[in-house]
């Protein structure tokens, strides 16, 4: 089974809604190709991305994410996770869109919380109240990843193999 049309399935949503994980399932099972825009980043920059935030700064981080969400336009066929981060530049929106079809992955707050600090290392949480900032980035984000998604998955109580599939449902239904 191949990704129906030439286009790309993205994955959008917070840290831990799964999109990694996620991607790579839904890539093997529509023999697609999985990218990582975070991977892209980092193996350009040849340096994880908490040391990129951390010598180049945040903004930098945001202009090479955008790079290389760009140099995907062309490709097709492809299972593509983002960072977290991919809808807080106003220019990245269209480009979603023009990759392929979006779907955002949710989950309560509490779950995501839950599975973000379980890893202490991710920059944007190094606040003096990581939850708080947690609680606050969700608000201000969600109604990006609304407005960026062709489908919403909330995955509290799935598992990530349920997560691929219902989103391998949905592309089979518009094949039809
Ligand atoms: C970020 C999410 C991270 C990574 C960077 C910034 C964000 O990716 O791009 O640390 O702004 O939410 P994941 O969503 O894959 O953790």
Same mark, same amino acid.
């Given at each position: 089974m191949n990704i129906p049309r030439?286009?790309?399935v993205v994955l959008v949503g917070f840290m831990g809604s799964g999109k990694s994980?996620?991607?790579?399932?839904?890539?093997?099972t529509l023999r697609g190709r999985f990218v990582d825009t975070d991977r892209l980043v980092i193996d350009r920059a040849?340096?994880?991305i908490a040391e990129?935030?951390?010598?180049?700064?945040?903004?930098?981080?945001r202009q090479e994410e955008t790079r290389?969400?760009?140099?995907?336009?062309?490709?097709?066929?492809? +299972?593509?996770?983002?960072?977290?981060?991919?809808v807080t530049a106003p220019?990245?929106?269209p +480009?979603?869109?023009?990759?392929?079809f979006v779907v955002w992955l949710t989950a309560s707050e509490e779950v995501i919380w839950e599975r973000v600090s379980r890893n202490?290392?991710?920059?944007?949480l190094q606040t003096e109240n990581p939850r708080e900032t947690v609680r606050e980035l969700i608000a201000k984000r969600n109604p990006l990843y609304e407005e960026a998604a062709d489908m919403e998955v909330d995955t509290t109580t799935l598992t990530h193999a349920q997560v691929a599939e219902r989103i391998y449902q949905r592309l089979m239904e518009r094949r039809r």
């Open positions: 030439p286009e790309n994980s996620v991607g790579r399932l839904v890539a093997r040849g340096c994880p990129i935030f951390a010598t180049r700064g945040e903004a930098h981080f290389a969400l760009r140099s995907l336009l062309g490709s097709s066929r492809l +299972v593509i996770a983002t960072g977290g981060g991919i220019e990245n929106l +480009v979603l869109k023009k990759l392929g202490t290392r991710r920059p944007l």
